[in-house]
């Protein structure tokens, strides 16, 4: 889960927009006590406790106090972001609801994230390559190992954060006088952290098989699911996928 | 034959249930008819393949562009959405 400020809330708080946008919360915190809260709190947990119903948009945002400061935090499940939608403020004595002025917004439909929200979320041309760059010597050289080690399986870390193990098993056709190969990868979920930028999972998934997968072997002669050939089998969140080369 | 539990959000699980009437099988025949076809979409092997076939040839920028391509769409999509969640 990855906490966010939106542009407009990042304006509300007079921080640089270019600056931050495009950063999670958790990396500028300091930059603003509101967005230390916003950080604490739903880092803990991705909704409030105090619900507010939106005028026109059908989803349930939840307010965050901070002094003087009314926000309202809203938990998009499918980017798996919280977003900080924008940030009132509360004059003492005053009758003004902040969260009146928040949603007066959703009816101007300026609350939620808009387009160029989701595109500071997207992964920059630079930092796909640069995962690319990665994937195309790590993933061959992990098979590779894994090869040379036939019933071990071998890890590695891809990219920094794709805990993977590679396992191959070498099995005689004695009919045929041939061998052929078993490979296994696991890929342990979720990543771990760390400075690489990953596409999504399905993206980053096909993009490392694909460097390990030679170009003879078709998709369709590829397994996913099953068991992982360890003692214990596969690990709990594991991504299991299995080919055979002649 | 089902053989493992999948959590599925109410919405989903409501209308497999009712799709898998319609096509007269279980609710576990439609998923795994689900995957094997998403696993054969066109989309899922054009992908696949042309990346095997740039690492193939080293062609880096071609698997990087197409992966950020794809990440400033759902970006797009995912906009798209949260704007129809207006009433």
């Known amino acids: 889960m990855e906490l966010r400020v939106a542009r407009r809330a990042l304006k509300d708080l007079g921080l640089p927009v270019a600056e931050f946008c495009r950063r999670p919360a958790t990396e500028y915190e300091d930059a603003h006590d509101v967005v230390k809260a916003f950080v604490e709190r739903r880092g803990q947990s991705p909704v409030g406790q105090e619900a507010t119903s939106l005028p026109v948009t059908k989803a349930t945002v939840y307010n965050l106090h901070h002094g003087r400061y009314r926000c309202l935090t809203w938990h998009d499940e499918d980017s798996d972001v919280v977003w900080l939608l924008g940030v009132g403020w509360h004059e003492s004595g005053s009758r003004d609801d902040a969260y009146a002025i928040l949603k007066a917004r959703d009816e101007a439909g300026t609350l939620m994230p808009d387009e160029d929200d989701f595109l500071d979320l997207a992964m920059s041309y630079e930092e796909a390559h640069s995962f690319v760059a990665q994937v195309s010597e790590q993933a061959p050289e992990l098979v590779a190992q894994a090869r040379q080690n036939p019933g071990q399986e071998v890890r590695d ?44 999972q399905l993206e980053w998934l096909q993009t490392v098989l694909a460097a390990m997968i030679p170009e003879e ?30 | 034959m089902a053989t493992k539990v999948i959590r599925a959000p109410e919405a989903v699980h409501s209308e497999v249930h009712a799709a898998a009437r319609v096509l ?26 042309l990346a095997r076939k740039a690492f193939s040839v080293g062609d880096l920028d071609l ?12 970006a797009r999509q995912r906009a798209a959405a949260v704007a129809a969640l207006r009433r």
Request: hydrophobic share 40%; proline share 8%.
């Open chain 1, 157 to 200: 870390l891809i990219a920094g954060r794709l805990d993977v193990g590679v396992y191959v098993e070498i099995v005689d056709i004695a009919a045929e006088d041939e061998t052929l190969e078993e490979i296994w990868v696991g890929f342990s979920l979720p990543p771990l952290p760390g400075p690489c930028e990953l596409p999504a």
């Open chain 1, 217 to 246: 072997v078709s998709l369709a002669d590829v397994e996913f699911g099953g068991a992982f050939p360890r003692q214990g089998g596969s690990r709990p969140n594991e991504v299991v996928a299995c080919w055979r080369s002649f």
């Open chain 2, 63 to 74: 698997v990087a562009s197409r992966l950020h391509d794809q990440s400033i769409e759902r």
């Open chain 2, 24 to 49: 007269g099988c279980n609710p576990s025949e439609l998923l795994e008819r689900a995957w094997e076809s998403f696993r054969q979409s066109p989309e899922f092997a054009e992908d696949f393949d």
